[in-house]
T-cell receptor, first 112, second 112 residues
Framework: KQEVTQIPAALSVPEGENLVLNCSFTDSAIYNLQWFRQDPGKGLTSLLLIQSSQREQTSGRLNASLDKSSGRSTLYIAASQPGDSATYLCAVRDSGGFKTIFGAGTRLFVKA | DARVTQTPRHKVTEMGQEVTMRCQPILGHNTVFWYRQTMMQGLELLAYFRNRAPLDDSGMPKDRFSAEMPDATLATLKIQPSEPRDSAVYFC??????????FGQGTRLTVV
């Protein structure tokens, strides 16, 4: 049974700092991995999708890496801003391509 | 602007009542997911469909929950009878096979 863990559970950083969020999964037979952002009381916004054959994806100040063999992914946020404050969720889709399991999320607070 | 639409956004009901939540997936998407989010459990997958057929609903309490797709533009999640422990935010997501999932804004259900 796939389990997804995110560390740290919460993070508070000053504005401008570069930071790394971690995601680990127990079953390396995945189809893809997706990072989401969730603002309080809102839905989930997709940030980056990495297919199992890929090593990383970049969008603006965000970079996500995937090491399938070790069961790890990281989300790197460069030059953090107060607007980045949100919960970041990692989701793993199984090798069949359908079932998606979420981590508990990392709650990020960027101080101005 | 394509988006997943969920109705209602908020629902307060009394224990024992039937609750129906609706989801309109993005046009052309052939996979639909239902998730439940609580503080304690995080995001849990309840059910998912491909081409309107249910592929897995093992995450759903079968005695009171049911999920259907009467047509390609509508997915429903029904709880009968509802209980206070069902209070949560219910999310619907849609996508194409093996690609990123797009989430709706959720239905916040409170059972009193």
């Amino acid at each position: 049974k796939q389990e997804v863990t995110q560390i740290p559970a919460a993070l508070s950083v000053p504005e401008g700092e570069n930071l790394v969020l971690n995601c680990s999964f127990t079953d390396s037979a995945i189809y893809n991995l997706q990072w989401f952002r969730q603002d309080p009381g809102k839905g989930l916004t997709s940030l980056l999708l990495i297919q199992s054959s890929q090593r990383e994806q970049t969008s603006g100040r965000l970079n996500a890496s995937l090491d399938k063999s070790s069961g790890r992914s990281t989300l790197y946020i460069a030059a953090s801003q107060p607007g980045d404050s949100a919960t970041y969720l990692c989701a793993v889709r199984d090798s069949g391509g359908f079932k998606t399991i979420f981590g508990a999320g990392t709650r990020l607070f960027v101080k101005a | 602007d394509a988006r997943v639409t969920q109705t209602p956004r908020h629902k307060v009901t009394e224990m024992g009542q039937e609750v129906t939540m609706r989801c309109q997936p993005i046009l052309g998407h052939n996979t639909v997911f239902w998730y439940r989010q609580t503080m304690m459990q995080g995001l849990e997958l309840l059910a998912y469909f491909r081409n309107r057929a249910p592929l897995d609903d093992s995450g759903m309490p079968k005695d009171r929950f049911s999920a259907e797709m009467p047509d390609a533009t509508l997915a429903t999640l029904k709880i009968q009878p509802s209980e206070p422990r069902d209070s949560a935010v219910y999310f619907c997501a849609s996508g194409l096979e093996h690609t990123e999932a797009f989430f709706g804004q959720g239905t916040r259900l409170t059972v009193v």
